[in-house]
């Protein structure tokens, strides 16, 4: 394909303009700084929301990922079979930092973790286990309550 060079010219003004506009276009076309925080089970009760913004903010992160369930809910889920953390009581740390994330103009990517399950759900969909070349079903390598799943 040829261009003329005015076309040339016309072609490369208007893809840099495009690229140019934020948040132009779906979401996933425009991040440019991207944060990520990973919760574990017991951090509900000492997870500071106000520290995690201060940090994202600076960063001029537009787009994080944050922790909403898998093995537990970082939410007040009521999917059968999916508890919340033990550690949340009446929070709702991932509610509490995707708001705040929105808020500050963030998109928010919930980020779930299904690698591992509890012995209620693996008794409802032993289907979902990972097992061994000979059927054996799978723990969980280092929580030995928890049965793999296959990806």
């Known amino acids: ?10 072609l490369t003004v208007a893809l840099g303009a495009a690229a140019a506009t934020p948040n132009a276009g779906p979401w ?4 440019k700084l991207w944060g ?17 913004l201060d940090f994202f903010q600076p960063c001029e992160c537009d787009t994080v990922t944050l922790s909403a369930g898998g093995i537990v809910a970082y939410y007040h889920t009521k999917i059968p079979l999916h508890y919340r953390s033990k550690f949340l009581g ?7 930092l995707a708001r705040g994330c929105q808020k500050a103009g963030m998109t928010v990517v919930a980020r779930i973790d299904p690698h591992a399950c509890n012995e ?32």
Not at 1 to 10: D, G
Not at 28 to 31: C, E, F, K, L, V
Not at 43 to 49: E, G, S, T
């Open 1 to 10: 394909m040829t261009f003329s060079r005015r076309e040339f010219i016309s």
């Open 28 to 31: 996933h076309s425009h991040p």
């Open 36 to 52: 990520q925080l990973t919760l574990v089970d017991d951090d509900p009760p000492k997870l500071n929301v106000q520290y995690w």
């Open 90 to 96: 009446d929070r709702d740390s991932f509610g509490d």
């Open 120 to 151: 209620d759900m693996a008794k409802a969909h032993p289907e979902w286990l990972m097992v061994s070349p000979s059927g054996k079903i799978r723990r969980h390598p280092v929580t030995p309550e928890l049965y793999m799943t296959c990806p």
